[in-house]
Antibody
Framework: QVQLVQSGAEVKTPGASVKVSCKAS????????MHWVRQAPGQGLEWMGIIKGSGGRTVYAQKFQGRVTMTTDTSTNTVYMELSSLRSEDTAVYYCGRELDAAYYFDCWGQGTAVTVSS | QSALTQPASVSGSPGQSITISCTGTSSDVGGYNHVSWYQQYPGKAPKLMIY???DRPSGVSNRFSGSKSGNTASLTISGLQAEDEADYYCNSYTRSYIYVFGTGTKVTVL
């Protein structure tokens, strides 16, 4: 069955980078887009960006441009999200969610990865 | 891109119907029929409940329905049940592969 399994929790110091993985099973990552969404403690969902399944084109929310990089490793069927220059406000749970091309919704989500930024 | 506006909380008694609004602009909710709704329990990943304003994925109860008028989309839960107590988020496509979520609504079953 279709499943997205994310990497484990991370603790980082301010200024560091974090790379979160999202491994897909039950389908090929190149056949769907992948979105990244985060949720700070007690807050709502925030859309971060998308990496297209075919071709790997990325579009990032303006807030994260320059700090976020989304990539795909087709050999392992895994999508990655790297966030750099971390600050305390980046403490959140990060989710991946897939979208069939031109579907405009996220039909399957990863379980979430908690990232804590603290000195 | 500003978050879509949702009421912070909505409550109802078992069996009642409640409606959650999601207000945006002509650049998002009003400009496209690409509005979706997600249910989220504490500590869990979101779950798709409605897509394309009013379509329901297989397996989602028909007690959940969606609609849109102008710049405001709505999610209605009829026959409210204890298991419906959760957070709900709307989402809209805006332009050029950019999306925006609503502020979220906590549903309480009295």
């Amino acid at each position: 069955q279709v499943q997205l399994v994310q990497s484990g929790a991370e603790v980082k110091t301010p200024g560091a980078s974090v790379k979160v993985s999202c491994k897909a099973s039950g389908y090929t990552v190149t056949s769907y887009h992948m979105h990244w969404v985060r949720q700070a403690p007690g807050q709502g969902l925030e859309w971060m960006g998308i990496i297209k399944g075919s071709g790997g084109r990325t579009v990032y929310a303006q807030k994260f441009q320059g700090r976020v990089t989304m990539t795909t490793d087709t050999s392992t069927n895994t999508v990655y999200m790297e966030l750099s220059s971390l600050r305390s406000e980046d403490t959140a749970v990060y989710y991946c969610g897939r979208e069939l091309d031109a579907a405009y919704y996220f039909d399957c989500w990863g379980q979430g990865t908690a990232v804590t930024v603290s000195s | 891109q500003s978050a879509l506006t949702q009421p912070a909380s909505v409550s109802g008694s078992p069996g009642q119907s409640i409606t959650i609004s999601c207000t945006g602009t002509s650049s998002d909710v009003g400009g496209y029929n690409h509005v979706s709704w997600y249910q989220q329990y504490p500590g869990k990943a979101p779950k798709l409940m409605i897509y394309e304003v009013s379509d329901r994925p297989s397996g989602v109860s028909n007690r959940f329905s969606g609609s849109k008028s102008g710049n405001t989309a709505s999610l209605t839960i009829s026959g409210l049940q204890a298991e419906d107590e959760a957070d709900y988020y709307c989402n809209s496509y805006t332009r050029s592969y950019i999306y925006v979520f609503g502020t979220g609504t906590k549903v309480t079953v009295l």
